[in-house]
Each structure stands twice: as C-alpha cells, then as structure tokens.
C-alpha cells in the first residue's frame, strides 16, 4: 500500500467510525467537525516540525513520520544530498582549473567590465608584477604603456599586441584579449623574449652575411668585367662560361642587394618626409623602359596632386618592384599601365599589366620570402622571389595594404592603398 493510500485509510477509518457512532449517538455533523479540527492541527503540527527541520539545515535525524510525510522527508533529503553531489563536483573542478591556470606559465587575468581586475594566476605576478592588492583596480591603472591602454580600448579578439614587460623591459610579451560572458574579458600575456630572440639572431645572420658576401662579389664582378673585355672570342666555351659567370654573379649580387634592403625594412625606423609622387613615377617608368630593348609600353597616368609621408627610397624600390615585375611577366609587346589617384579616403597606385597573370591559390603566396611561381624551366624568368616580399614591408611601414588580382592569361593589377592620414 502506498503512503498516500495509507493515509487516505486512515481518514476513511475515522469517518466511517464517526457515521457508526452517530448512528447511536446521532450529531453525524459534529463527529465530522472534530476529525477535520484533529487533521488540521495535526498538519499544522507536522508542517512546523518540516519548517524546523529544514532550518536546522535538513540533516539525516529527520522526524519520523508514517505515511506522506516521510515520503516528503525522504524526497527533500535525497534532493538535498544530489546538490551537495554537485556542488562538491564544481568546486573540485573550479580548484582545478584554478591550479592548472595558476600553473600556466602565461599570465591570465579575468577583467571585469570596467577593466579591473577580478583574478590573475602566478604568472601574471612575475611578468606583469601585479600583486594581491591590486585585485579590483583597473588594469590600465598599473600597466599604463599607451598601446596597452589603446589595446584595452579596443578589446579585438583577433588583434595581439607586443609589448615589453612592465617590470622587466627585457621580457618581450605578446598580449590577446578574449572577451566572455557579458562583459567579461580573459587578458592573457605570453612570454615570447626567446622567439624574439631567435627572429633578432636571423636578421642579424642575414644582415651580416649579406654585408659579407659583398665585397667577394664586388672583386669576382671585377675580375669577370676585365676577362670579358679581353675575351678575343676564339673559344665558344670560354665566352658562353664567362657570359653565363657574369650573369650568375648579378643575379647573386641582385640577391644581397634585396636581402639587405628586407633588413634594413625589419630594423631601420622609418621616416616621414612628403614623398612628391609625380617626379617618383615619372622617373621609375623611364628608367624601368630604358631596361627594356623595345619601345616604350609604360602608360603613365597622375590623376592626384596628393603626395606620401614617408620614405622615399623605400618607396622607390617598393613601385619599381612591381613596374619591373610588370614588365617581366607581361609579353614584349603589352602595354603596362600605372596609375596614381585617389578613390574615396585612399589613394592608390596601381600597376595592371596584360601578362601571364597568377594563380588564384597562389595569389597570397606571392609576397613570401623567395616564393616563385613554379613555371617550366624554359619559361622561368630571373628573379629572387624577394620583390613583392619587400613591396609587401615596405607598404606596411606606410601603413598601406597590397591588393592584388589576377587572371591566368589575362593579367594582374597590383594595388597599394594609402590611408588619409598619410597624404601630404
Ligand atoms: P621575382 O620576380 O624576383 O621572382 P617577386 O617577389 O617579385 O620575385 O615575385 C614573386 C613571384 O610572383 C614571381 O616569381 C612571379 O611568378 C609572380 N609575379 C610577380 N609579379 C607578377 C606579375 N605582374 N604577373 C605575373 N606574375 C607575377
């Protein structure tokens, strides 16, 4: 039987002991009466101990009770021990967490909405020196580099931001910011001096092997020019070898020439001088033609007044780049335009030839360090696979962009875009 049959026996008892008993006593009404007064006192009772045992904190000694109530003791206790179940199994995972981020040898802060701080693990203590104190004042309070702060501003997820260590300027540390929940943010700073370290040591080995092997093909162009000129062209094989010597020895010295310019892009600060345009290209086209054995297939077009902050030699070699490029990869007979103008905020040179074209798998290929688009052997025009890699760097430190588009067959047109705040 179950509890609520049992109570409900109970009651059907009583009534019925009530309606026997009236039968010789008569006031069936009454007898009524003082079972409904006896359950209701009786719950009324029952219910004041469940109140007092659920403010005691519903320990195991509940009050023994038949029927219903021990069901409904039995329910709350068995609810009860399942959240304390749960409770005790997100608090362990919570301290798990907490040691394995405390671990962590990247500096991890939880900002609030306001930028202060909720929680930092151990790391951040030793690379952004934040201290226990410091818990719930805003962190561009304490670290207060302008880019830190202007990073915070802006809280893109996608953006990493390099900065020295606050506490140690010799730790470099790459900070990303991931945004959660409503309006919470995950600051994690990565430590990254060492890769630092090794990208420093490869420009220097770059930078000093590139100043090396000038001078030892300085002499052997020498020596290959005065050989040449005393070639008196009686042995085919001795010309063809010193022909084929001299144009190795350009191509290498055209080889440093480029990688100590991408050094010197990687190190050199850059400077803001007003770059007048107009001179820049006229000059770039006519010296790019004069290399080429045929007529003229430069068109030239300055549709803006507006010149460029920044460098000039930079940009020289950046625009000869893709002019020269142009050239090279376009039939002799093309024509190669190159346009200079203002569309909307930027303004734009654009160098669109009718050549071969690139692939479109291999469009963002083409401005990595020695990338060259692989063409059968015959066709393969000399080249470093540096030019675009140094157009590339170069726009960069105007804070322009590279647009390129391409069709096979057709051709491409190589755009650099210029920000406003670099007219002049
Ligand atoms: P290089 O010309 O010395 O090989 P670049 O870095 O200037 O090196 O160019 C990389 C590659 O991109 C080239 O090898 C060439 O295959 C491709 N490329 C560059 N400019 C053009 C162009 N205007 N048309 C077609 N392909 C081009």
Request: aromatic share 8%; net charge positive; charged share 25%.
């Amino acid at each position: 039987m179950s509890f609520w049959h049992k109570d409900l026996f109970h009651y059907t008892v009583a009534i019925f002991c009530a309606f026997i008993a009236s039968l010789f006593m008569g006031h069936f009404l009454y007898f009524l009466l003082a079972i409904c007064i006896t359950i209701i006192i009786r719950q009324t009772y029952l219910l004041k101990q469940l109140e007092h045992w659920l403010s005691a904190g519903a320990k195991a000694n509940n009050p023994t009770h038949d029927g219903l109530w021990e069901e409904i003791y039995y329910h709350i206790f068995r609810i009860k021990k399942a959240n304390k179940k749960r409770k005790k199994q997100l608090s362990t995972i919570i301290e798990q967490f907490r040691k394995s981020t405390a671990a962590l040898p990247d500096a991890v802060v939880v900002l609030g909405e306001y930028d202060e701080i909720s929680w930092f693990n151990e790391a951040a203590k030793k690379i952004l020196g934040l201290q226990k104190s410091d818990k719930g004042q805003r962190i561009p309070n304490l670290i207060r580099t302008p880019a830190f702060v202007d990073f915070l501003i802006k809280k893109d997820s996608n953006a990493v931001l390099s900065i020295n260590s606050p506490i140690n300027k010799n730790i470099t540390l790459q900070i990303k910011v991931v945004n959660y929940g409503k309006n919470a943010h995950l600051l994690v700073a990565h430590d990254v001096t060492y890769l630092k370290n090794i990208e420093r040591m490869r420009k220097d080995f770059v930078d000093n092997i590139s100043h090396e092997l000038r001078t030892p093909l300085t002499v052997l162009k020498g020596y290959l020019e005065t050989l040449t000129d005393m070639d008196d062209q009686h042995s085919a094989l001795l010309t063809h070898s010193l022909e084929q010597m001299q144009n190795q020895t350009f191509r290498m010295q055209h080889l440093v020439d480029d990688l100590l310019l991408l050094a010197n892009l990687e190190t050199q600060k850059i400077s803001r001088d007003c770059v007048t345009i107009k001179p820049l290209l006229k000059q770039i086209c006519s010296e790019s033609s004069a290399l080429e054995a045929l007529n003229n297939r430069i068109e030239l077009f300055i549709d803006s007044d507006l010149n460029i902050l920044g460098n000039d030699q930079e940009l020289r070699s950046a625009f000869s780049n893709l002019v020269v490029n142009a050239l090279k990869y376009s039939p002799e007979e093309s024509i190669v335009t190159v346009q200079w103008h203002q569309l909307d905020e930027n303004l734009i040179l654009e160098v669109t030839d009718q050549g071969e074209g690139i692939p479109e798998q291999e469009i963002s290929k083409v401005t990595e360090r020695f990338y060259r688009i692989n063409v059968k052997r015959k066709q393969q025009k000399s080249g470093t696979g540096l030019g675009l890699s140094i157009v590339k760097h170069v726009l960069a430190r105007h804070d322009a962009k590279l647009v390129i588009t391409s069709e096979l067959g057709k051709g491409s047109c190589f755009q650099c875009i210029f920000p406003k705040h670099r007219f002049c």
